[in-house]
Antibody, heavy 120, light 107 residues
Framework: EVQLVESGGGLVQPGGSLRLSCAGS????????MHWVRQAPGKGLEWVSG????????VYGDSVKGRFTISRDNAKNSLYLQMNSPRAEDTALYFCTKRSSSGWTPFDYWGQGTLVTVSS | EIVLTQSPGTLSLSPGERATLSCRASQSVSSSYLAWYQQKPGQAPRLLIY???NRATGIPDRFSGSGSGTDFTLTISRLEPEDFAVYYCQQYGNSPTFGGGTKVEIK
């Protein structure tokens, strides 16, 4: 059974830093592109960032570019999101999700999310 | 960036009725890289439709997708009680984007 479990969320001050993690199991982690999607309280889904299977290609949404860094460790079946200089508008539930296969494919499995609150 | 606009924002229907949800893209979505997701309160999104018209594994056939280019539609032929939820369209190209969502609520 495919499982994605996020961790690392919590309260962070504006301008601080936070690292989110996502542990994958039940599939060959290194064979799939991985992404982060977030959802502000009561709002819709917003794509945040994605990373290729080997980690050599990363893409970011305009709202986080230059502040957040996505990475992965395939030996540990783990995905990460380093959040630097977070702002109040980054407050959201952050989901880890995988593409269904290589290339441009839909997001077939999602974690339950980890909540990040940016506030002083 | 491809902007996706979903309509209506809220759809009030009764169980057994047909639901028709629209998703319009600001530019053509390549090779129908268009998906639909269902999200219930407190849950992660669930993939329903990909490639504009292909049902994901385990999705009942009352869900169907259609469209191409810039105009796409999700149809639920007969609403079951468990179908009342929020639905999002997504283009899953290099920089994916989501629509704002349509809430299907019980009338």
């Amino acid at each position: 059974e495919v499982q994605l479990v996020e961790s690392g969320g919590g309260l962070v001050q504006p301008g601080g830093s936070l690292r989110l993690s996502c542990a994958g199991s039940g599939f060959t982690f290194g064979d799939y592109p991985m992404h982060w999607v977030r959802q502000a309280p009561g709002k819709g889904l917003e794509w945040v960032s994605g990373i290729s299977e080997s980690g050599d290609i990363t893409v970011y949404g305009d709202s986080v570019k230059g502040r957040f860094t996505i990475s992965r460790d395939n030996a540990k079946n783990s995905l990460y999101l380093q959040m630097n200089s977070p702002r109040a508008e980054d407050t959201a539930l952050y989901f880890c999700t995988k593409r269904s296969s290589s290339g441009w494919t839909p997001f077939d499995y999602w974690g339950q999310g980890t909540l990040v609150t940016v506030s002083s | 960036e491809i902007v996706l606009t979903q309509s209506p924002g809220t759809l009030s229907l009764s169980p057994g009725e047909r639901a028709t949800l629209s998703c319009r893209a600001s530019q053509s979505v390549s090779s129908s890289y268009l998906a639909w997701y269902q999200q219930k309160p407190g849950q992660a999104p669930r993939l329903l439709i990909y490639g504009a018209s292909n049902r994901a594994t385990g999705i009942p056939d009352r869900f169907s997708g259609s469209g191409s280019g810039t105009d796409f539609t999700l149809t639920i032929s007969r609403l079951e009680p468990e179908d009342f939820a929020v639905y999002y369209c997504q283009q899953y190209g290099n920089s994916p984007t989501f629509g704002g969502g349509t809430k299907v609520e019980i009338k």
